[in-house]
């Protein structure tokens, strides 16, 4: 098993900046890949980025694209996303993912592909 733990959170005004932290912790060289999605009220959860370890390969959703950053730290079996440009439609709750078979390109932005799941953290953003 893994177990992931979402930090980082928070209330923010538009056009600023927030990093979340996901910390991996069990099982970890069982996982492929790990990311981040979004729930917002009332809407579906959906895929916002992902780093594959295999070649560090990463996507992004077009939604944050150029807005936000996603990064590693191996050595400390962390993920890392920093939010810039704060817009908000960007309020939901964000998920940390992790994936126990390899991440093809096609496959990346599927719930279904993932198998390990964080508790969330809330973010806020202001207008």
């Known amino acids: 098993q893994v177990q992931l733990v979402e930090s980082g959170g928070g209330l923010v005004q538009a056009g600023g900046s927030l990093r979340l932290s996901c910390a991996a912790s069990g099982r970890t060289f069982r996982t492929y890949g790990m990311g981040w999605f979004r729930q917002a009220p009332g809407k579906e959860r959906e895929f916002v980025s992902v780093?594959?370890?295999?070649?560090?390969?990463?996507y992004y959703a077009d939604s944050v694209k150029g807005r936000f950053t996603i990064s590693r730290n191996s050595a400390l079996n962390r993920v890392y996303l920093q939010m810039n440009s704060l817009k908000p439609e960007d309020t939901a709750v964000y998920y940390c993912?992790?994936?126990?078979?390899?991440?093809?390109?096609?496959?990346?932005?599927?719930?279904?592909?993932?198998?390990?799941w964080g508790q969330g953290t809330q973010v806020t953003v202001s207008s």
């Open positions: 993912a992790a994936a126990s078979s390899y991440l093809a390109a096609t496959m990346v932005s599927r719930k279904t592909t993932y198998d390990y």
């Open positions: 780093v594959r370890w295999s070649d560090s390969s990463i």
